[in-house]
């Protein structure tokens, strides 16, 4: 538990800083991840931070990057992570370029559950969010689907002016694959130029876009895994669409549960706030359990309340540095 009462168990341990797409919202133009092999956290690292954090009390593990299907050594630590006395639930994150080759493996491994980056349809503006094909994204989706994960859900996030005109054709799309949607508001961790008042649209607005094509159910008592959003049925289609207002909702940080590892070994308790600890000193200094745990512990008490995004956050390094 936190210094504000909120329980705090799911730890989104980013694997690379390396992606195969480049989308605006996560890896700036030019930027080139840092540092080599030997700053990133390895398997039996990732494994030890985990069984502290199990110490702890955290019992849900989502893998990230960057792309975390770059790590070549992912289905191994898939495999030792859900070996784990203590991991309750072991999901990934990716934007599904590489996943149909694998997920069937990824889910024999012990991995329960998947989400996959899809901010279009429209191959021209999918491209023009994350200078990729969205082709193999699309087979990858089919695939995760018939390997018979707990749970795959569909992330997009909300371009004003970009893929508005994207939110209905990829309701259908979930719906017709019986998928959840969430529509994601922008957040300023690329860089100060990235969210705008000109292409922020918030959640409010694309329910709007939405509650023009169906009626929007209020679902109060849906919960799909420990991420905020707020989920609505579609009274026509059917459709279940989750709406994460990061910038616009000002509860959104009351019930946070999360804290974040970053492939070279820092611990970030919160998204939008610059405070970080060093755990990969501790890794490689102090073969101990109790040292993780301490640092981890440490992280937790430091959380803050809220994050900064609205207080003129300026980003310190890009979101595919500290992980999705």
Known sequence: MDAFGRTIDYLRISVTERCNERCVYCMPSGYHPAGG?????????????AEAATGLGFRKFRLTGGEPLLREDLPEIVRDLARLPGVGCLGLSTNGVRLAPVARQLRDDGLRTVNISLDALDPQIYRRIT????????????????????????NCVLMRGVNEGQIWPLILFASEHGLPLRLIELMPVTTSTVLTDRNFLPVSEAM????????????PDRHLGWGPARYYRLRRTGALVGFIGAITDQHFC???????????????PCLGDHGELDL???LRSANSAAALRAVLAAAMAQKPKEHQFCAQYQPDRPMTAIGG
């Open 280 to 282: 990969r000193a501790a």
């Open 208 to 219: 709007a876009l939405v509650g023009q094509h169906d009626e929007l159910e209020p679902q």
């Open 37 to 49: 092999r030997s700053e990133q956290l390895t398997r039996e690292e990732l494994v030890r931070v």
């Open 131 to 154: 200078g990729g094909e969205v082709a193999p994204v699309l087979a990858g989706i089919r695939v995760a689907l018939a390997a018979g994960f707990e749970q795959v859900k569909l």
């Open 254 to 268: 009351a019930t946070c549960n999360k804290m974040r590892l970053t492939a070279n070994g820092r611990v970030r």
